[in-house]
């Protein structure tokens, strides 16, 4: 029977039937899932068996008078979810043939069936299947056996069971990591680069949600912007199972997000789906793509996690694309990108003020500022702490918060029970938030719990492989515990991401010193100068001091301190240039310190265990300023 246009309303090929009235396809009688743009591919091929089938007829079904849609990219995926549920093979077709540049054919033989006569379709299915055994013995045995397995499979069904024991399609690989990729921006404007890099941190938060899940940095999958390189291959160097990509489409306050999942190992296509809504209910469709992605991989998602995922308020979508332009300049990690995220972070907050995330953003900003030679710890640190709050206050679940609340406590108040109390939580509501684990492990350290650290930054490093930051804190929390060897270890991966990666550099001279390699050690020192791009740092003078250059080292070192535009000599460097290098006394770095500890240096917690002061850890003044600092005992 067909339909008011002629058109068969049910068919059937090879082992599959389908049902066009109902949306329904079906194997061997049980249903599999395909619904929406592929179904109706589908739908299309079939009702033109053998005829090409061109992808310009399929955008005008689909998508008629559609601008908006990435159509090509859409086609492409309806194509691969649709061979994927028939288990078909582009380059080796049974059902779909493709001709490049024009469409597709169906190849199969189809059978129009009655719509009407189920039980004489049923009837000829089953002899279909079972036209080799004795029909007496079906007839018999087989009939009752069949009526009793039937039963069986519905009553296990009730637990699920049978989907598992009979899969109505081919099985979906054991994911149990996996990687988000940049997000492709289609609007091909540089300005909105932003947008699509924002939605991309964002969905990789709220996977990073779930703890059964392993998911990837923002810091590593970034490196693979704009690149073509095969999909196992990326998923081979980020030791992942399973890939997202996708596509960014705004226009005006509408957003669309296309997500495909993939099977990274033999790039098998899992699911895809697109997403509209007003930009500001954006959290909701990140949201919505979350929980889509666990439930194809069959991720274990706790009741808390549910509910996480579930809460996703309206935003202001003005107050929304601050906050993306912030983390964007954010993640550059310069001062001047600092600088510009807290006006950003600050505009948002005061456009919604309810935003917790941007509170946390600019808790963060704030807490950095004083690494990157900006403002003075004495300054920063108590914004820091005021927005950290604010941002737990609205919502205790964001592991942001928690976590710029943690590294706050740590360095600007040295309440180190507090601190690790704010940075356990920030790792048990995202264990997949790298930078969690990055500060934990320095709190550790700091602690002189030196194996748990070393455990901590090798956890912040899988979940950020390519990230030279993580190798460069893993040189250095291996400083601290004395294990030369492993810092220059450390030091060669930072290096071979990025070879002029300063902080690398840096900490590999210090792993050198440890060794007694004065001359090795001088030659890194220069190479972060050089790297800085700086005339003059303390980096320069420590390597004329370590190549006995002692007059030019004392030149440099005046001119710094004297600098009106610098906040403060890191405590670390001035230890290592007067101790180290013998350019001053033992009582002039004494008097230093206790400036610096007036000043509540940035460094200070690690005066507790760095080997720059190994020198004078034995002198009454420098142990009266620790017991000052209340480090456990």
């Not at 990729?181 to 949600?209: K, R």
């Not at 996708?246 to 997403?275: F, M």
């Not at 976590?403 to 940075?423: I, Q, S």
């Not at 004078?616 to 009266?624: A, G, K, T, V």
């Amino acid at each position: 029977m067909s339909d008011s246009a002629g058109r068969p309303r049910r068919v059937h090929f090879s082992v599959f039937e389908v049902d066009l009235h109902a949306g329904e396809l079906r194997k061997h009688g049980l249903k599999v899932k395909l619904h929406g743009q592929p179904f109706q591919v589908l739908a299309m091929l079939l009702e033109r068996p053998g005829e090409l089938v061109s992808r310009e007829e399929i955008r005008e079904k689909l998508w008629p008078q559609d601008t908006f849609i990435d159509f090509e990219h859409s086609v492409n995926s309806s194509i691969k979810r649709l061979r994927e549920a028939l288990g078909d093979d582009a380059a080796t077709p049974r059902f779909i043939e493709t001709l490049p540049r024009h469409g597709y054919r169906f190849i199969a033989q189809v059978e129009t069936l009655p719509y009407n006569h189920t039980s004489e379709a049923n009837g000829k299915a089953e002899a279909r299947r079972s036209h080799l055994l004795p029909k007496r013995w079906i007839a018999g045995s087989m009939g009752g056996l069949a009526i009793a397995l039937m039963a069986i499979l519905v009553g296990l069904n009730a637990f699920s069971l049978r989907d598992r024991l009979f899969p109505r399609t081919a099985p979906v690989p054991r994911i149990a990591s996996i990687a988000v990729l940049p997000l492709e921006n289609l609007s091909h404007d540089p300005d909105q680069e932003y947008f699509a890099d924002g939605i991309t941190e964002e969905l990789i938060t709220n996977l990073g949600n779930i703890a059964a899940l392993r998911v990837i940095s923002r810091t590593s999958v970034m490196r693979y912007k704009g690149t073509r390189k095969p999909l196992p291959d990326i998923a081979k160097e980020l030791n992942v199972d399973a890939l997202v990509e996708g596509t960014v489409l705004r226009s005006g306050d509408r957003v669309r997000v296309t997500v495909n999942l993939l099977y990274a190992r033999t790039d098998r296509h899992l699911w895809a789906e697109t997403y509209e809504r007003e930009l500001r209910d954006v959290l909701s469709l990140q949201d919505d793509v979350a929980r889509a992605i666990a439930e194809e991989i069959k991720i274990r998602v706790t009741p808390q996690e549910e509910a996480r995922l579930l809460r996703s308020p309206a935003v202001s979508p003005e107050a929304y694309q601050l906050y993306l332009q912030a983390r964007y300049y954010s993640n550059r990690r310069t001062l001047p990108g600092f600088e510009k995220s807290v006006q950003l972070f600050q505009q948002a907050v005061a456009q919604d003020p309810n935003s917790a995330s941007a509170y946390a953003g600019l808790a963060e900003a704030y807490g950095l500022i004083p690494f990157y030679e900006g403002a003075s710890s004495k300054e920063s640190f108590p914004k820091a702490k005021a927005a950290a709050l604010k941002a737990v206050e609205l919502d205790g679940s964001l592991a942001e918060a928690h976590a710029a609340l943690g590294f706050v406590l740590f360095y600007g108040d040295w309440d180190w029970a507090a601190a690790e109390k704010e940075l356990k939580r920030a790792i048990e509501l995202n264990p997949s938030y790298a930078t969690s684990h990055h500060w934990y492990a320095e709190y550790l350290s700091a602690m002189g719990r030196h194996d748990q650290a070393i455990a901590e930054i090798k956890r912040a490093e899988e979940l950020d492989p390519l990230s030279p930051l993580l190798f460069s804190i893993g040189e250095e929390v291996c400083t601290n515990a004395r294990r030369y060897d492993e810092v220059i270890e450390e030091a060669k991966k930072a290096l071979e991401l990025d070879s002029n990666y300063g902080l690398a550099h840096e900490n590999l001279a210090g792993g050198l010193l440890g060794k007694g390699m004065y001359k090795e050690a001088s030659e890194e020192y220069f190479k972060t100068n050089q790297s800085w791009g700086t005339s003059n740092s303390q980096e320069l003078a420590l390597g004329y001091a370590f190549q006995g250059k002692r007059a030019k080292a004392l030149e440099i070192l005046k001119q710094l301190r004297e600098s009106p535009r610098r906040p403060g000599l890191n405590s670390i460097f001035e230890a290592r240039l007067c101790l180290g290098a013998a350019l001053c006394t033992k009582q002039e770095v004494l008097d230093w310190l206790e400036k610096a500890y007036e000043e509540h240096e940035a460094y200070a917690p690690f005066w507790n265990i760095h080997p720059a002061f190994d020198l004078i850890r034995s002198e009454p003044r420098f142990q009266n300023i620790l017991r000052r600092m209340n480090f456990p005992k």
